[in-house]
T-cell receptor, first 108, second 115 residues
């Protein structure tokens, strides 16, 4: 299972764009990069997933360079409700080890 | 489509007792994974079941066990409870087959308090 490394915490203000970078140097050929969001006392929630290049949905964008050794989750115009822990994982059909995640704090 | 359902949501036990937690996955999902979450240790992988077989296992003692039924519902059991077992236990389901890209759907969790 590929190990991922991401910053422990980040601070931002409402309305700003937040970019969280994750490194996954030994990602397997068949693995996807998947990001989850977790609020206190709740289960993690799927945000976005990609294999290469760029993926965008109504919540976020995911940028993956050609070598796939890293990825960047981009949250446009964050709000207070985006304060949460964000996990980056390299995923396939074999099950998943979550790292410590990035604790994002959005302030007014 | 109903989500992942975990029962009970909250429970209190005393040291030495045992507990069984239940998880009903999303219809059509054959993989169920269990995680333990504590403030100090984060989200720790317990085990994964697929088609009634344990496919992956985390680094937990034998007091933690699980099983999966033919309808994909899963239970986990913790015997001889210790204070350190107090945690939020999360269940997640997914397709589990080769088409599975790793998108997990989590339940609300079962919060266990051991006194």
């Amino acid at each position: 299972l590929a190990k991922t490394t991401q910053p422990i915490s980040m601070d931002s203000y409402e309305g700003q764009e937040v970019n969280i970078t994750c490194s996954h140097n030994n990602i397997a050929t068949n693995d996807y990069i998947t990001w989850y969001q977790q609020f206190p006392s709740q289960g993690p929630r799927f945000i976005i997933q990609g294999y290469k290049t760029k993926v965008t949905n109504e919540v976020a964008s995911l940028f993956i360079p050609a070598d796939r050794k890293s990825s960047t989750l981009s949250l446009p115009r964050v709000s207070l409700s985006d304060t949460a822990v964000y996990y980056c994982l390299a995923t396939g059909f074999q099950k998943l080890v979550f790292g410590t995640g990035t604790r994002l704090l959005v302030s007014p | 489509k109903a989500g992942v359902t975990q029962t009970p949501r909250y429970l209190i036990k005393t040291r030495g007792q045992q507990v069984t937690l239940s998880c009903s996955p999303i219809s059509g999902h054959r993989s169920v994974s269990w995680y333990q979450q504590t403030p100090g240790q984060g989200l720790q992988f317990l085990f994964e079941y697929f088609s009634e077989t344990q496919r992956n296992k985390g680094n937990f003692p034998g007091r933690f066990s699980g099983r999966q039924f033919s309808n994909s519902r899963s239970e986990m059991n913790v015997s001889t409870l210790e204070l350190g077992d107090s945690a939020l236990y999360l269940c997640a389901s997914s397709l589990g087959d080769r088409e599975d890209t790793g998108e997990l759907f989590f339940g609300e969790g079962s919060r266990l308090t051991v006194l």
